[in-house]
């Protein structure tokens, strides 16, 4: 935390780690357009990774290299890059800060020993970012504060770190405190004064970068007195996080805490999660070799940040639920692996980013493949021995060629046919299972159509392909309506999702409205006669029948009942009609929807000896129950939802206004934390297809939702009308 790192360049080689101990794996967490990714390149840059600020040998940037990624001017995937300190490899987990892809955040997480939360000083720390430390802390989690864009003519780090310790300390403010103050130079004619160094206050020592290299010195007299008046507080906050517990005695009695004390005890508290450094980073200037604070950060992740071996030991079954010991961070271990990422390459086919949790894998081995928890995404459970092919490191665009893996390590596997993001890898004479991690259900539908005969041909399998990699988007086929519906995070989720159809897999899609599963029921009693009377030489067509239709209670389904006396209508012929209804009850009988709850009673009839059929009676039996429609009153069923939404308390007016603006009903409220309330009503699904984008922007991206099937009730019947006409115009309200 003091003394000056040196590193030998990385940069075109594969990085191998020959134990645990020497690998960190740690994840960037923030919203989008905090400086993640530059703050990626910058750490590579300053680590010898790449041989300018960005790219690797070949030209290729070293995060955000995908061709969406550059049209789009954003991060859409998990990136991994792998850099070497000091001996230590470091697995930096980039992930999109944008709420569509948390899903792959949700990844970074689980692959990470410790996250590295960027925060802007210009923007200051957004909602989401507050939930994801949040579910950090509750799994203990360890974590370090970053804060960039010191250059924005707005920046204030002493304000920033004020408000990470508010945001971040609201439990203990002192587990919230900056390591480094700035060095400000001259102001510019803006008035404001550039970063150009800091100032340690463990060290007590000064390391200037306006020269573009790390340069230390000793502080001068003003500095000096304003690292003694911060430092005291960081001493203290240290010290009562430290295991030993009579150096707080020790340090209040007068005593000088050596520095290498302090650092142990800072670094034992970080990994451990109980204390949260504030850093500072900024990107080189072109021709420089170190950002600003990134030597610092490299240190602090190398000395502060756990190993994985002191990750928790994780939790294994074997694959027909059976138990089975844990498993720890042993190169000699059973083989323990997940697939925490799916790729497809148009050169090497599906690539599986896989983080080792135990044993070592090996290049040209068979595994065995288990998936099993995922179901409801449309992931089939499924245990397959298979082949992998070549192990590699990626970097930017490359793959670099990795001899073996290691337990604790991470690296991309080819050639895993089968293989989704949330499997296990496991040895194929010692299959095992770990239970997957939680995913955000998604929310936002859309349904699709194949643009042409070709593109239909191709769609089942692009699509297949395409929710194999990212378990967040969810296929459904809707037997009621029909359609092919994508079920996705949000808008920009949807985007990339039909982008990545089009440019990978060739296939061309066309968005439709989506349709909700409505039903159609009787308002009243009614009855109607079917009469089939046809004669054209030869056998004829001769069936008739009268029934009666009553509506039943919600979820009844169709009831038939047979009345018929004196054998009006002969008894062969009964299931006939039967069979006549129920088919016209399923292609609906005013709007074209299903009917549903009725009971039909067949009270009379009469046939011919000779030209009474099976087909006949079936058909009187449909006349009959569309008779019977056009004397009553048809109302029109919509399915209701259960909606649980979970907002922070300042959002709570906001949010059950909308609801009411949606015809939803507010059943019950309910206290979910600190500050958090969960809000329970029940609201019409053709009300909520939006509500994943709609919800974000009512709670300013905090608000999240799930939705469960209720029921079906009346729909209003001036709603219902302005469904009917857009039935008839080939489409249905939204």
């Not at 005013?590 to 009270?603: F, K, N, S």
């Not at 009469?606 to 087909?615: E, F, I, M, T």
């Amino acid at each position: 935390m003091g003394a000056t790192s040196h590193q030998a360049g990385a940069a075109g080689r594969a990085l191998t780690a020959d134990r645990p101990s020497s690998i960190r794996n740690v994840v960037l967490v923030g919203h989008s357009g905090s400086g993640k990714t530059t703050l990626v390149e910058a750490l590579a840059l300053t680590a010898g990774a790449v041989n300018r600020a960005g790219r690797v040998e070949d030209g290729a940037t070293v995060s955000d290299y995908d061709e969406i990624e550059h049209r789009r001017q954003r991060s859409i995937q998990l990136s991994l890059v792998p850099v070497e300190w000091d001996g230590i490899k470091i697995n930096i987990l980039d992930t999109p800060g944008y709420a569509d892809f948390v899903g792959e955040l949700r990844a970074g997480l689980r692959a990470a020993d410790a996250a590295l939360f960027v925060v802007s000083a210009s923007d200051g720390i957004d909602g989401a970012t507050r939930m994801v430390w949040d579910e950090c802390e509750a799994v203990g989690m360890p974590r370090a504060i970053v804060v960039t864009h010191l250059e924005a003519a707005r920046s204030d780090y002493a304000q920033m770190t004020t408000v990470c310790g508010e945001i971040f300390g609201a439990e203990d403010p002192d587990a919230v405190i900056p390591l480094y103050l700035p060095l400000h130079g001259p102001a510019g004619p803006d008035g404001h004064a550039p970063v150009t160094g800091l100032l340690g206050l463990l060290s007590q020592r000064v390391y200037e970068y306006a020269s573009g290299e790390r340069v230390e010195r000793d502080p001068d007299p003003a500095e000096l007195d304003l690292i003694t008046a911060a430092r005291a507080r960081l001493i203290e906050g240290i010290i009562a996080e430290s295991e030993d517990e009579t150096l707080m005695d020790r340090y209040l009695g007068g005593e000088d805490i050596d520095l290498k004390t302090l650092v142990d005890d800072l670094e034992r508290a970080v990994a451990r999660g109980t204390f949260h450094p504030v850093l500072m980073a900024a990107p080189a200037a072109d021709g420089a070799r170190q950002g600003l604070g990134t030597v610092e950060l490299l240190e602090l992740i190398t000395g502060g940040f756990p190993t994985p071996l002191e990750r928790p030991a994780v939790t294994v079954t074997r694959p027909d639920g059976s138990a089975r010991p844990d498993v720890t961070c042993d190169p000699a271990g059973p083989l323990v692996a997940e697939v925490v990422k799916t790729s497809s390459d148009p050169y090497v086919g599906r690539v599986s980013l896989v983080r080792i949790f135990s044993g070592t894998l090996n290049p040209e081995e068979t595994v065995h493949v288990s998936g099993h928890g995922l179901a409801d995404r449309g992931h089939e459970d499924h245990d397959v021995d298979e082949r992998i092919g070549t192990l590699t490191a990626p970097f930017g665009k490359q793959q670099r060629v990795l001899g073996r893996c290691i337990a604790g390590d991470l690296a991309c596997v080819a050639k895993l046919s089968r293989a989704e993001t949330g499997d296990t890898l496991s040895a194929k004479d010692d299959p095992l299972l770990m239970a997957p991690w939680t995913m955000p259900d998604p929310l936002l539908p859309l349904a699709i159509e194949a643009h042409s005969k070709a593109d239909e041909d191709k769609l089942s399998q692009g699509l297949a392909r395409l929710v194999a990699e990212d378990p967040t988007m969810r296929l459904e086929q809707n037997p009621h309506t029909h359609q092919v519906v994508l079920w996705s995070l949000g808008e920009a989720h949807q985007d990339v999702a039909l982008e990545r159809l089009r440019t990978r897999y060739g296939v061309q899609v066309d968005p439709v409205p989506h349709k909700v599963s409505l039903r159609e029921t009787f308002g009243g009693k009614a009855a109607g006669r079917g009469r089939h009377v046809k004669q054209s030489g030869g056998h004829g067509q001769f069936a008739i029948c009268e029934i009666e239709v009553e509506p039943l209670p919600p979820g009844s389904g169709i009831e038939f009942v047979d009345k018929v006396v004196g054998g009006s209508v002969p008894r062969q012929f009964i299931p006939s009609v039967e069979k006549g209804v129920r088919s016209q009850a399923a292609r609906g009988v005013a709007a074209g929807y299903p009917l549903v709850d009725v009971r039909i009673t067949l009270l009379d009839g009469k046939a011919h000896s000779v030209d009474s059929s099976d087909a006949a009676f079936q058909t009187a039996g449909a006349l009959a129950l569309r008779e019977a429609a056009a004397e009553a009153r048809i109302d029109l069923l919509e399915p209701v939802a259960e909606l649980d939404v979970l907002i922070p308390d300042e959002y709570v007016g906001p949010v059950m206004s909308d609801l009411a603006g949606r015809r939803g009903r507010v059943v019950g409220t309910d206290q979910a934390g600190a500050g958090r309330t969960r809000v329970r009503a029940e609201i019409p699904e053709i009300e909520i297809g939006r509500y994943a984008v709609e919800l974000r922007s009512v709670s300013h991206g905090t608000g999240r939702f799930a939705r469960a099937y209720a029921r079906h009730e009346p729909m209003p019947p001036q709603i219902a009308e302005k469904v009917r006409e857009q039935t008839e115009k080939g489409t249905q309200l939204r």
